[in-house]
C-alpha cells in the first residue's frame, strides 16, 4: 500500500514529531509513506493521501484526479469555515454558537462580543471586544476579510475537543486557557483526558457521520449547567492535546484505520 503524507513546508516543521510517528507507523503496517509539502504533486498510483493542509482547492483537484484524500475536500472546506460550519450544525440540530458574517461596527450589538476571521485556526484571529471602538479596530486591521460575530459565552475559558476517528471517537480533552479567553493548548492552556456522556458520544457522531470526515477534531464550549455548543471543527486537527492525555500513538491508529478504508 502507497500514501503520502501532504503539509505545507512551514507546518511540516511545526509538526515533525507527529510526521516521525507516522512514518514510523507506516512502515510497521507495510505502508509506503513518503511527505509531499508545499509544490510538490502526488504520484499517480498513490493509494491515499493524509491532507494536512487548510487548501479545499488543492485537495479538490487532486480528488479530480482521482486520488483518495483524508479527509476530503469537502470536509477541509466546511471545517476550515467556521459560518459554514454553524450553518451545518444548524441543520442538524445541534446546539452551537450563534454566529453570523459582519461587514461594518454599526451592526454590532450586545458587547462584549467575539470577532474572528472565518479561516483562523489554532487560536489566531480570535478577539474578545467590549466595545465598539475595539470592535472597530479588529474590521479594520481585517479589512477585505470575512470576519464573523460570536456573542461571549462564559465558559470559565474552558472547552471539551473531541477527537474523531470516522465514526468512533478516539478520545476527548477539556483544555483550559490561562490569562485568556482562548483555551487553545498551543497558547500555553492546560489540558486533561475527557469523559463523554452517551448524549455527547450520540452528538459528536452525528456530525461526523454529516461530514462524512475521516479523521478530525470537534471543539465544544462548556457551560456551567452540563450542556454544551459546538465552537468549532478543526481539519487538519493538531495531537498535541492527545498525545498529552492518552497512552496510545494517535499515528498509529490513524493509519490502522487508513489501512482498513483502503481494503475495503
Known amino acids: 500500500m502507497k500514501g503520502h503524507l501532504y503539509y505545507s513546508r512551514v507546518e511540516a516543521k511545526r509538526n515533525r514529531g507527529f510526521i516521525d510517528d507516522l512514518l514510523v507507523h507506516a512502515a510497521k503496517q507495510s505502508i509506503s509513506l513518503t511527505l509531499l509539502v508545499d509544490e510538490e504533486t502526488p504520484d499517480e498510483d498513490a493509494d491515499f493521501i493524509l491532507f494536512r493542509d487548510r487548501n479545499s482547492e488543492l485537495s ?50 450586545g458587547y ?37 460575530s460570536q456573542p461571549y459565552i462564559e465558559s470559565d475559558s474552558t472547552d471539551v475537543r ?14 483550559s ?17 475527557f469523559e463523554l456522556s452517551a448524549w455527547q458520544v450520540k452528538e459528536v457522531t452525528t456530525i461526523a457521520k454529516a461530514l462524512k470526515s475521516d ?3 470537534i471543539d465544544f464550549l462548556l457551560l456551567a449547567d452540563g450542556s454544551w455548543v459546538l465552537n468549532e471543527i478543526e481539519d487538519p486537527v ?15 491508529k490513524l493509519l490502522r484505520y487508513v489501512k482498513r478504508l483502503m481494503e475495503l
Open 60 to 109: 479538490a483537484s487532486w480528488e479530480a484526479a482521482g486520488h483518495r484524500l483524508i479527509n476530503r475536500s469537502e470536509v477541509n472546506r466546511i471545517a476550515n469555515d467556521k459560518l459554514r460550519t454553524f450553518e451545518m450544525a444548524s441543520l442538524l440540530g445541534v446546539s452551537a454558537v450563534p454566529t453570523r458574517i459582519v461587514t461594518n461596527v454599526d451592526a454590532l450589538t
Open 162 to 175: 473531541v477527537f474523531m476517528l470516522g465514526t468512533d471517537v478516539l478520545g476527548a480533552v477539556k483544555r
Open 112 to 148: 462584549p462580543l467575539v470577532l474572528k476571521t472565518v479561516d483562523g485556526h489554532g487560536g489566531d484571529e480570535v478577539f474578545l471586544c467590549k466595545c465598539a471602538e475595539e470592535a472597530a479596530t479588529v474590521l479594520c486591521s481585517f479589512e477585505g476579510r470575512r470576519v464573523i
Open 238 to 252: 493538531g495531537a498535541r492535546s492527545l498525545y498529552a492525555t492518552h497512552d496510545f500513538s494517535v499515528a498509529e
Open 215 to 217: 479523521y478530525v477534531g
Open 177 to 193: 486557557g490561562v490569562d485568556s479567553f482562548k483555551s487553545n493548548f498551543t497558547l500555553g492552556g492546560s489540558v486533561e483526558k
